[in-house]
């Protein structure tokens, strides 16, 4: 992997041949990660903790830093391990690591051992590296402390507390007296408790409106599934989900799919991208999986071949914060082969009920305020994207099963205020 990056005059190699090293500005010294045997197997990973370099840690190398005539020599491989947090090549090194969805968790991560997920590792490199060459003299271009897109992102999992008869029996069986079950089952989508959506479109249009940087926001929605975990499956062409989906077009949000639970396993997410198109008469270009699960290459590789250009996964359920080590979209880079890919991949920094879950983080109002109030930081100091993922029916305020937080709008409302009132300039 020797060569010369450009970035506007900047020369930055990549080489341990002293030869070479004094044409570039900055080198950086290969541990021979990339050419290891062990590529691929845990063997090729470090133990925590990690080695730091002025307080930032990484995977592979040493730390010491020296001049060769002009050229800055890093001999602590950065390269290599902003790789493996951007690839989640650790996940592919960890086969045996799963939960029992399937998923890779935060705790497993060498960023959450080593008290970086909620700080983005890979930016704090470009950070650091920033400042070196500051330091010797070089012009090099700094952040504006300002977001270069806010995702506002709902999972569409249940959109209607009532689905029909089955409502009906649900509520008859409660004991809520048949007049009321016959009055939930039939009354109009606006009126069900988890019709939360028109609290979203105007928070979320109000962010458009009133943030200073570019605000966009996204609905996904499920279009097949046959797991329990994909209960309730709704028809997109029933009356009730048609005028949703009219509903969330009209209001100029985009929809995207929300693959089943087993659709990156099991070759779906073609089949079900096609019959949302098929439903709403636009093509879908944005991915979020159901539960976060599937981030494997193969599921990706779906992606890509589908047609889906942008993911919102990746993200852990069990832990807010920087996944991918880095708070900008990146391309994903195929762990397995090296390959870097057309498809993007957008960090998702919080999903509401990663907060509140007692499985999860188990926060209070409080404590998630902060937290989050963190995270929007570290991605606005490195003029990063910030990604939320808020439920539709996280945020009902009726009494119904679901409701069992009602502070997750509060804190919607709390962060939306917050970055509605950033001025780029503080
Ligand atoms: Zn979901």
Not at 295 to 305: A, M
Not at 328 to 352: F, K, Q, Y
Not at 384 to 397: D, F, Q
């Amino acid at each position: 992997m020797k060569g010369t990056v450009s970035q506007t005059s900047l020369k930055v190699g990549y080489t341990a041949d002293p030869d070479r090293i004094e044409q570039y500005d900055i080198v950086f010294v290969p541990s021979g990660f990339f050419a290891s045997d062990a590529y691929g197997k845990k063997e090729s990973l470090p133990t925590s903790p990690l080695p730091k370099i002025e307080g930032i840690p990484f995977l592979f190398g040493s730390d010491l830093i020296e001049k060769k005539g002009s050229t800055i020599v890093i001999h602590a491989d950065l390269p290599a391990s902003a790789f493996c947090f951007l690839s989640r090549y650790e996940e592919l090194c960890h086969p045996e690591l799963r939960d029992e969805h399937g998923r890779f968790n935060a705790r497993w991560s060498l960023l959450t051992k080593n008290g970086f997920l909620a700080k983005p590792l890979v930016d704090a490199y470009t950070a650091f590296i920033r400042k070196l060459l500051q330091e010797t003299g070089r012009q090099m271009p700094t952040n504006q402390g300002k977001l270069s897109k806010l995702w506002l992102t709902h999972d569409v999992d249940v959109p209607f507390y009532c689905q029909g008869f089955r409502s009906f029996a649900r509520e008859a069986l409660k004991g809520s007296g048949l007049k009321k079950a016959l009055r939930l089952a039939l009354q109009k989508a606006e009126a069900d408790p988890y019709y939360t959506f028109r609290y979203f479109f105007d928070t979320d249009s109000r962010a458009i409106s009133l943030c200073t940087f570019p605000v966009e926001g996204i609905y996904f929605f499920k279009a097949g599934g046959n797991s329990i975990h994909d209960k309730p499956v709704y028809s997109l062409e029933s009356k009730r989900m048609r005028h949703l989906l009219y509903a969330v077009q009209n209001e100029g949000f985009q929809i995207g799919l929300h693959g089943s639970y087993s659709s990156g396993k099991t070759g779906k997410i073609s089949k079900e991208k096609k019959l949302l198109e098929k439903a709403i008469k636009e093509n879908i270009y944005s991915f979020r999986q159901h539960f976060l699960r599937a981030c494997e290459p193969s599921c990706f590789t779906q992606l890509e071949n589908s047609g889906i250009t942008d993911d919102f996964t990746m993200g852990y359920a069990d832990m807010a914060g920087f996944r991918l080590g880095t708070c900008r979209p990146v391309r994903w880079i195929n762990p397995s082969s090296g390959h870097l890919t057309s498809l993007l991949l957008h960090p998702l920094a919080i999903m509401d009920t990663t907060l509140f879950q007692t499985s999860y983080m188990g926060l209070s109002f409080d404590k998630a305020k902060d937290y989050c109030l963190q995270l929007v930081e570290q991605a606005r100091l490195h003029d990063g994207e910030l990604c939320l993922l808020w439920h539709n029916s996280n945020i009902s305020v009726q009494a119904c099963p679901g409701n069992q937080r009602p502070w997750i709008r509060d804190l919607y409302t709390f962060i939306i205020d917050h970055l509605c009132d950033i001025d780029p300039r503080n």
